[in-house]
C-alpha cells in the first residue's frame, strides 16, 4: 500500500496561485495512477485531476481544465498540483488519491488516501 501526505494547501485570495504536493512512500508508487479530489462542506467528495503512471496521461475536471496542472515525478515520489487563478468555489479539502492500477479510470480501485489539505479562496 502507498502511504500519502499532503502539504501546500493555504488561504489565497482569488485569482491566486497555490502548488499543493502529495508525498508518497511504499514500492508501489511508480506503477499507480494518482490522482487529486477535494470537497466542499455539505457536498460530495469529486475528482479534480488524475495522472497515470507515467505522467504522459492526464485527465481533468471541466471547471479546473486550464486552471490547474498535475504532475508527477516517480524520482522522488511525488505529485503535485498546480493551481492558478483560483476561484471562490475551489475552496475546499484536497486529497491525494492512488490507484491500484497504473492507467486511470474512474472504476479503478482505491489503494490509500491522504489525510487531506484545506484550501481556502476568499473573495
Known amino acids: 500500500q502507498v502511504q500519502l501526505v499532503e502539504s501546500g494547501g493555504g488561504l489565497v485570495q482569488a485569482g491566486g496561485s497555490l502548488t499543493l504536493t502529495c508525498a508518497a512512500s511504499g514500492h508501489t508508487f511508480g506503477q499507480a495512477a494518482m490522482a487529486w479530489f477535494r470537497q466542499a462542506p455539505g457536498k460530495e467528495r469529486e475528482l479534480v485531476a488524475a495522472?497515470?503512471?507515467?505522467?504522459?496521461?492526464?485527465d481533468y475536471e471541466d471547471s479546473v481544465r486550464g486552471r490547474f496542472t498535475i504532475s508527477r515525478d516517480n524520482d522522488k515520489n511525488t505529485v503535485t498540483l498546480q493551481m492558478n487563478m483560483l476561484i471562490p468555489g475551489d475552496t475546499g479539502t484536497y486529497y491525494c488519491?492512488?490507484?491500484?492500477?497504473?492507467?486511470?479510470?474512474?472504476?479503478?480501485?482505491?489503494?490509500?488516501w491522504g489525510q487531506g489539505t484545506q484550501v481556502t479562496v476568499s473573495s
Open positions: 488519491n492512488a490507484r491500484k492500477n497504473p492507467e486511470w479510470t474512474a472504476a479503478s480501485l482505491t489503494d490509500s
Open positions: 495522472i497515470n503512471w507515467s505522467g504522459f496521461s492526464r
